[in-house]
Each structure stands twice: as structure tokens, then as C-alpha cells.
Nanobody, 122 residues
Framework: QVQLVESGGGLVQPGGSLRLSCAAS????????MRWYRQAPERERELVAD???????KYADSVKGRFTISRDNARNTVSLEMNSLKPEDTAVYYC????????????????WGPGTQVTVSS
């Protein structure tokens, strides 16, 4: 049974820090690209950070220099260190695992966690 469980969300003041973690189970974690998305009220879900199975990392422009994504394949976890938080970072943050198999028939394995709320407010 595939499971992604986020933790570490909460309320923090502007300029503060939080560390989100996502514990994965039920699939071969090391093969998957792992991503953090977020969705603020009345806004579309957006990709925040991405780390591939080979460790290539990308960030949304809005979080570059403030957020750091990392993965631990031995523990099947992916983390998001968030520093210098701003009110506009307030959102539900989702962990996503994705693995594309090109061999016919092409198959996309795409899993999501339930999300964790991050609120940045004074």
C-alpha cells in the first residue's frame, strides 16, 4: 500500500523557519522523483521544489535561496527546509512522488500525500 505522510507544518512568524518531512512507503522510493507542491486558498497548486532520483534539484523562482529540498533514500524520506518565510508562503504543502516508465505501454506512477498546513503570520 502506497503511503506518503507529510509532517512539520504549523504556524510561524515572518522571517522564521520550518522543516517539512515526507515519509514514503509501499513503493521503490529511490526510483521516484520527489516533489513538494503547495496550494494557497483560491490559487492553483504550484510546484515548489523537485529532486530527481539522481539528485537533480529545481526550485520555483519564488523560493530560490530560501528553501532547500533533500532526500534520504535509506530512510525513504524527503524534506523541505524553509527559511526566511513570508506570508505569501502560507499554503497547504503536498508531497508528491512520480515515476515515469517509458517502456510500452508508458505508465506514470503518481502519488500524493494528504498535505500539511503552513501558515506564516505575525
Amino acid at each position: 500500500q502506497v503511503q506518503l505522510v507529510e509532517s512539520g507544518g504549523g504556524l510561524v512568524q515572518p522571517g522564521g523557519s520550518l522543516r517539512l518531512s515526507c515519509a514514503a512507503s509501499g513503493f521503490t522510493f529511490s526510483r521516484y522523483a520527489m516533489r513538494w507542491y503547495r496550494q494557497a486558498p483560491e490559487r492553483e497548486r504550484e510546484l515548489v521544489a523537485d529532486i530527481t532520483s539522481t539528485g537533480i534539484i529545481k526550485y520555483a523562482d519564488s523560493v530560490k535561496g530560501r528553501f532547500t529540498i533533500s532526500r534520504d533514500n535509506a530512510r525513504n524520506t524527503v524534506s523541505l527546509e524553509m527559511n526566511s518565510l513570508k506570508p505569501e508562503d502560507t499554503a497547504v504543502y503536498y508531497c508528491n512522488a512520480q515515476y515515469w516508465v517509458a517502456v510500452p505501454p508508458p505508465t506514470l506512477y503518481d502519488y500524493w500525500g494528504p498535505g500539511t498546513q503552513v501558515t506564516v503570520s505575525s
